[in-house]
């Protein structure tokens, strides 16, 4: 794709503002819905893996040493992707003998 | 837009829908042999399938226009039946001069089973064995980075395969590098709930750029929208992409990648 990105930052900002903060607003009556409900869960592994995820997301990608850019290193999402995936061991078919 | 839909299933949807897509832009799609939602019984039951996937469902697309091309395979889900996989793998042939028939799929993993793996084998072998191209299953949600992972292994291990003749499909955000990196092509599969929006979608062609990259709505029978491909139009449109731009995507990359196929008698609309 030539112009890989023909709209400025402030022009999708702008655009997905309304809808971000749609999302936003829907994790956040989620975890009440979950709170309203009584009983802990605290201890639940979804629900520190929920956590984890919000944590990712407001955590500057500068820690991680990403630019969030596409130039290096995995973006936001791709980092979410990896918390919620089963780990991979490249010696996989020595132990399955295939 | 006329656009090509690489992977569709559609067995699951009604002739109403082949209409819908029709008269969206769809020209041209292909159908990989799937799960049917039910383990089957027998070989006899693959058999009638793949009769279905190569004389009855182009019989139906071509009334409304559309080149219907298809892809045989016992599935991963199924492929847990070891014994029942190698009877399949072993009618395959009787209909790989079907004139619609463009490979071996969609193979791949589902739980990332010693099982699957070894039927996964089976069927590159097939594949190789009879100058086939392939399309790839790759696992969903927590199972997906897992399986791309071990399927990448496979298939680079194997010294027959072209890596432009094998499209691996259902990459998202964290499986797309490792395909491209090692020359396959990628799809991404469209779906409303749970997997890759058009949104993501847009994402990955801006941040990967369309070289060996398709859009496809999977359309089975599950949760699924079988006119995704025009969601993922609107959405390039939206964001001031160009046509010509867009059109790689949609229409001209699926019609280079399935060109290697001796079978694919792509005739363009005129
Ligand atoms: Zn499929």
Redesign the pocket.
């Given at each position: 794709m030539g112009a890989r990105m023909p709209h400025t930052s402030e022009q999708i900002l702008q655009q997905e503002f309304l809808l971000a903060r749609a999302k936003i607003l829907e994790l956040a009556a989620t975890l009440d819905r979950i709170e309203r409900a009584g009983g802990d869960v605290s201890a639940l592994p979804q629900r520190k893996l929920l956590e984890q995820g919000f944590n990712l997301l407001i955590s500057p990608l500068a820690d991680t040493g990403q630019a969030g850019t596409g130039q290096a290193g995995p973006s936001r999402a791709e980092q979410v992707q990896l918390l919620f995936s089963r780990e991979y061991s490249d010696q996989w078919r020595q132990t399955f003998g295939v | 837009m006329d656009y090509i839909d690489p992977?569709i299933?559609m067995v699951s949807r009604t002739t109403d829908d082949y209409e819908t897509l029709a008269k969206m832009g769809c020209v041209a799609m292909s159908e990989?042999a799937?799960w049917a939602g039910f383990d089957r019984g027998s070989v006899e039951s693959f058999r009638d399938f793949f009769r279905q996937l190569t004389d009855f469902e182009p019989r139906r697309a071509a009334q409304y226009g559309i080149q219907h091309f298809t892809w045989l395979c016992i599935n991963a889900k199924e492929a847990e039946n070891v014994s029942l996989s190698r009877e399949v793998i072993a009618m395959i042939p009787e209909f790989l001069d079907k004139p619609n028939v463009l490979g071996i799929g969609?193979i791949g993993l589902n739980k990332n089973t010693r099982n699957e793996a070894t039927i996964f084998l089976e069927h590159v072998d097939l594949a190789m064995r009879h100058n086939q191209q392939i399309l790839i299953?790759t696992p969903h949600l927590e199972d997906k980075y897992q399986g791309t992972r071990m399927i990448l292994d496979m298939l680079l291990g194997d010294s027959r395969i072209q890596p432009d003749r094998v499209l691996v499909?259902h990459v998202e955000e964290h499986t797309i590098k490792h395909v491209l990196d090692k020359g396959f092509w990628a799809g991404m599969?469209l779906y409303p709930v749970t997997k890759c929006t058009p949104q993501r979608a847009a994402d990955m062609i801006e941040k990967y750029g369309s070289e060996r990259l398709m859009a496809n709505s999977?359309g089975?029978w599950g949760p699924s929208k079988p006119t995704a491909v025009p969601d993922l139009i609107l959405e390039l449109r939206r964001r001031g992409h160009s046509e010509a731009a867009i059109r790689q995507v949609v229409y001209e990359n699926p019609l280079k990648f399935f060109s290697q196929s001796k079978r694919f008698n792509f005739k363009p609309p005129v």
């Open positions: - | 992977h299933h990989p799937f969609e299953h499909d599969t999977a089975d």
